[in-house]
């Protein structure tokens, strides 16, 4: 049986742990299955919420916990049961819609299991989005700031699905408005998420590490997007894959292959044991 080396590796999952065609290759699960079996802890750390996450991580066989909605939610991945679940009430939820609204785009609100959106079911974006997540959103029609006043919706997160060339510029516009109360940040290259000041997958990290009683310095953390930078900039080893996003590369200790090349599995190969 093989040494462990750093303790604990937390991985995102989509555009890291998966490939391109949004699939784990078998060879990137049995790498992961072997750390594990010879004593090392795996987790996933995603901005997926816990119903669309937990039957992919059960997939590849992994027991313990997984983090999703960006770090707040936190669930066994066995038993489904939460540990923990944060959120926003329904007047900060409302606000960030209208501040989107106003600035001429549409939301995606997460409430538990459900997604709630004014985005109209024939959009395009939206329908590759259900499609790779697993979950069909709810439509709502074009207010629903109201809806979610009316019905108190206690919400984990907002998201903006945009066009890849309006990313960065729409990110820049929602940033400057929001992010002195909410963590405004990026998921993949269509998705712009708003979430709670501080529920971030860096204190999922940490809300990891103290639970497993393993020192942060010896955790690896590895993604490709800017939501991943708050964990990356504080583990052991911050990991970003050659797919990354610039602004992670420039924080991350080190740069892996790409998610296509099965990043994951060499990381593990080359780090997760002596």
């Given at each position: 049986m093989k040494t462990i080396n750093y303790r604990m590796i937390v991985s995102d999952f989509d555009g890291t742990l998966t490939n391109d065609d949004h699939i784990i290759p078998d060879f990137v699960k049995s790498a992961i299955n072997e750390y594990v079996a010879c004593g090392g802890i795996f987790a996933v750390c995603t901005g997926r919420m816990l119903r669309s996450i937990l039957p992919r991580v059960r997939e590849i066989g992994l027991?313990?916990?997984?983090?999703?909605?960006?770090?707040?939610?936190?669930?066994?991945?066995?038993?489904?049961?939460?540990?923990?679940?944060?959120?926003?009430?329904?007047?900060?939820?409302?606000?960030?819609?209208?501040?989107?609204?106003?600035?001429g785009y549409k939301s995606n609100i997460y409430c538990g299991d459900e997604i709630y959106c004014n985005i109209p079911k024939n959009n395009v974006y939206l329908q590759t989005y259900e499609r790779i997540i697993g979950v069909e959103t709810t439509f709502i029609g074009n207010d629903l700031s109201a809806y979610i006043l009316d019905n108190k919706l206690f919400c984990q997160k907002v998201s903006c699905i945009v066009p890849t060339t309006e990313r960065n510029e729409i990110y820049q516009k929602l940033n400057k408005k929001l992010s002195d109360k909410f963590d405004v940040t990026c998921s993949a290259n269509v998705l712009i998420e708003i979430s709670p000041k501080n529920e971030t997958k860096g204190e999922a990290l940490k809300f990891l590490c103290e639970k497993f009683k393993v020192p942060i310095e010896r955790c690896i953390a590895c993604g490709d997007n800017l939501n991943d930078i708050s964990m990356v900039s504080i583990a052991g080893l911050g990991i970003a894959v050659a797919n990354a996003d610039k602004s992670l590369k420039e924080v991350a200790d080190f740069v892996s292959a790409s998610n296509n090349e099965g990043a994951v599995a060499k990381i593990i190969e080359k780090f997760g044991f002596i």
């Open positions: 027991k313990g916990l997984v983090v999703a909605n960006q770090g707040s939610v936190i669930a066994d991945i066995e038993s489904g049961e939460e540990l923990k679940r944060s959120g926003m009430p329904s007047e900060d939820t409302a606000s960030i819609c209208a501040v989107i609204e106003k600035l």
